[in-house]
């Protein structure tokens, strides 16, 4: 395989975070808007943690065990 090989879906990405950089705007992921959601108690601490869990199990984007931990840790110590 060529290991400079990128998959549509992640050149996909690459080019909508360029596209709001440019724009602007400032790129926020899936779990950048859940956390967000949380900090701002649209979600609860629990509900937020559930939801990052379930992107990690069902979504078809790629997000490292790493990720998702360093994630949960941040909610877990946010305050309200």
């Known amino acids: 395989t ?8 992640a050149s996909w990405r690459r080019g909508a975070r360029k596209a709001a ?3 602007g705007l400032i790129p926020v992921g899936s779990i950048g808007i859940i956390s967000r959601a949380c ?3 649209m979600l609860s ?8 869990k379930m992107l990690e199990q069902e979504s078809t984007l790629f ?7 360093r994630a949960i840790t941040a909610i ?4 309200k």
């Open 76 to 79: 877990e110590q946010f305050e």
């Open 2 to 9: 060529n290991s400079n090989h990128t998959s549509p879906r």
């Open 39 to 41: 900090r701002a108690g």
């Open 63 to 69: 997000i490292s065990s790493k990720l998702i931990a």
């Open 21 to 23: 950089k440019q724009l």
């Open 45 to 52: 601490k629990d509900d937020a943690i559930k939801k990052i």
